[in-house]
């Protein structure tokens, strides 16, 4: 089975603090993406990268950055976390084809005060 | 920028019965794939369907698409309880990436 792990489940921070949230995946998969899921508002793309070192920006990207240095991570960077980065924050991966099936991690709710 | 949207917001049920969800899109599309999400967790794919597809199955979930109308069913029958979950539909935009709904919330009473 596919596992997409998550460095935490739960993570308070406070406004201005430099956030890192890892994601790791074991199935080799070439696609990595990062959502923020609101209330209301579904799964907005933050960011996508397809290989190492790669990476294409979603719907959202203001405020974030993303790091790739190996297949299997990827890692996303609130560089000076702000009250309005609240939110359920979800990595996923996939296949060759971006479009296709995606395998998620259970998510990460990030508080920041 | 949402393509899919699920119809309805909500939807509460009894143990047995069948619950139906909408999604609607706006652009063509290679295929359409819908996702539940339990509370507090990840999302676990259910299915996809190819826009050469009009229906597909699997176990008691039933699929169906409309692309003259850019529009998808999803169709649970005989409901337990551990189907309460948040049930997302995706669509792949420009055939590129997945772009997901709103979601529909449903709640099986036993």
């Known amino acids: 089975d596919v596992k997409v792990t998550q460095s935490s489940r739960y993570l308070v921070k406070r406004t201005g603090e430099k956030v890192f949230l890892e994601c790791v995946q074991d199935?080799?998969?070439?696609?990595m993406f990062w959502y923020r899921q609101d209330p209301g508002l579904g799964l907005r793309l933050i960011y996508f990268?397809?290989?190492?070192?790669?990476?294409e920006k979603g719907d959202i990207p203001e405020g974030y950055s993303v790091s790739r240095e190996k297949k299997e991570r990827f890692s996303l960077i609130l560089e000076s976390a702000s009250t309005n980065q609240t939110s359920m924050y979800l990595c996923?991966?996939?296949?060759?084809?971006?479009?296709?099936?995606?395998?998620f991690g259970p998510g990460t709710r990030l508080t920041v005060t | 920028s949402q393509q899919g949207e699920e119809d309805p917001q909500a939807l509460s049920i009894q143990e047995g019965e069948n619950a139906t969800m909408n999604c609607s899109y706006k652009?063509?599309?290679?295929?359409l794939q819908w996702y539940r999400q339990n509370s507090g967790r990840g999302l676990v794919h259910l299915i996809l369907?190819?826009?050469?597809?009009r229906e597909k199955h699997s176990g008691r979930l039933r699929v169906t698409l409309d692309t003259s109308k850019k529009s998808s069913s999803l169709l649970i029958t005989a409901s337990r309880a551990a189907d309460t979950a948040s049930y997302f539909c995706?669509?792949?935009?420009?055939?590129?990436?997945?772009?997901f709904g709103a979601g529909t919330i449903l709640r099986v009473k036993s």
């Open positions: 990268s397809y290989d190492v070192k790669m990476k």
């Open positions: 652009t063509s599309i290679n295929n």
């Open positions: 995706a669509t792949d935009r420009y055939g590129n990436k997945l772009v």
């Open positions: 996923a991966s996939s296949g060759r084809d971006p479009s296709y099936e995606q395998y």
């Open positions: 369907i190819r826009s050469n597809e």
């Open positions: 199935m080799d998969h070439e696609n």
